[in-house]
């Protein structure tokens, strides 16, 4: 097999290629200021196609992730932000075509536009959230809960969901 490989290193560098290509990745931008956090309320507009299985799946997922960071509003709150979620670009690959053919078989992509506003109304974050996958590792799930991260953290202020301060106490109103 070795000897294979070394005589013919383009069809191994192809393969590699397909098994290892790029990796998940988030991209946010103006994430809400951290003074202007406050609990939040949100709403999933779907403007592309989604399964609904997918759908019931993102929102467990934001639902969760908001409640990890403390965000998400109490029944009964009365000064909370808006958090609007428009879902851009939703094309995520079968599972067992992603595991087979990799980045021959496409690439996941997950986009949403994400708008927060203030009890007032005001517009005080804004950005576009993308999350990417042309590997041949991963799931679906595992993708739509990266992106219920990378949401839940621009709101919490963070850039990407490796910067959010996590907490589980509740914002004081």
């Given amino acids: 097999m070795l000897a294979y490989l070394t005589s013919r290193p383009l069809p191994a560098l192809i393969m590699v290629a397909a098994l290892s290509a790029c990796s998940s990745t988030a991209t946010v931008m103006d994430a809400v200021s951290l003074s202007e956090r406050l609990h939040v309320r949100y709403e999933i507009n779907y403007a592309t196609q989604v399964a609904d299985d997918y759908k019931r799946l993102f929102e467990i997922e934001l639902r969760d992730e908001l409640v990890n960071v403390g965000l998400l509003a109490p029944d ?68 739509l809960e990266e992106h219920a991260r990378d949401i839940s953290a621009f709101v919490n202020g963070g850039g990407d969901s490796s910067s959010v301060p996590f907490t589980t106490s509740p914002l004081i109103d």
């Fill in 76 to 143: 009964g709150a009365k000064k909370t932000n808006k958090v609007s979620i428009n879902f851009l670009t939703f094309r995520l690959r079968d599972d067992g075509s992603r595991l087979i053919a990799g980045i021959f078989a496409g690439t996941d992509e997950i986009k949403s536009e994400v708008v927060v506003s203030n009890s007032d109304g005001e517009k005080i974050g804004q950005g576009v959230i993308t999350t990417s996958n042309a590997s041949a590792w991963g799931t679906n799930a595992y993708y």
